[in-house]
């Protein structure tokens, strides 16, 4: 019974976290707030603070929960991951354009991250959320690193080629509710923009 009961749980915990994210999604960290999570829940507001303090409490975990499983997936696929340069850097595009198609709040989490460390009090929460997302930008500039020392890449400046294929990456997101970019599959719109972009920066 309890096994079940704490099941019953963490669903209702996902599905609030899922509710936020739609809703910073439409209208911002700001616009969040517990009352609008309440109504579209149809719970109500005490409900709800029974499994998040308030409503800095309920975007820290939000925001940790994106960050730690974005941290698994690109690690997994630029440190882990079998296949050349070129290889991992599509398997890369094609889980960010997956995420976006899937939980297009994710793509805001990605952007507005900055916003949010900018609303919350200091903390540790604070602090290891600042943590989290340092780590990506550090996990792509190294394989940029690795892809120039081993001839993969052409000799530019990381931090340039990094902000290049994330701004290109951002655009296809943006952008991706046009017809022809809705209707291709993740993994031939990957392939097509890591083709355009190995291009630009192969040697």
Do not use: W
């Not at 019953?8 to 609008?36: D, H, N, P, V």
């Not at 900055?114 to 550090?138: D, F």
């Amino acid at each position: 019974m309890r096994a079940f009961s704490k099941e019953l749980y963490e669903e209702s915990k996902r599905r609030i976290l899922r509710a936020a994210l739609e809703i910073c999604a439409q209208e911002g960290f700001e616009g969040m707030t517990i009352e609008k999570l309440a109504r579209r829940l149809g719970q109500t507001k005490p409900a709800l603070y029974h499994y998040f303090k308030n409503k800095n409490d309920l975007l820290i975990h939000l925001t940790r929960q994106y960050l730690e499983q974005a941290n698994r997936e690109i690690s997994r696929i630029l440190r882990q991951g079998e296949g050349n340069h070129s290889d991992r850097l599509q398997r890369l595009l094609e889980y960010y354009i997956t995420q976006g198609r899937e939980e297009p709040g994710y793509f805001y989490l990605e952007h507005h991250i900055n916003n949010l460390l900018g609303i919350l009090p200091p903390s540790p929460e604070k602090e290891e959320i600042h943590r989290l997302s340092s780590k990506i930008p550090k996990l792509i500039m190294q394989f940029i690193e690795e892809g120039i020392a081993g001839g993969s890449f052409i000799a530019l400046d990381p931090m340039t080629m990094g902000t290049l294929i994330l701004s290109m990456l951002s655009g296809v997101l943006l952008h991706g509710g046009m017809p022809g970019i809705r209707r291709m599959p993740p993994t031939d719109l990957s392939r097509m923009v890591s083709r355009i972009i190995m291009k630009g920066v192969q040697p």
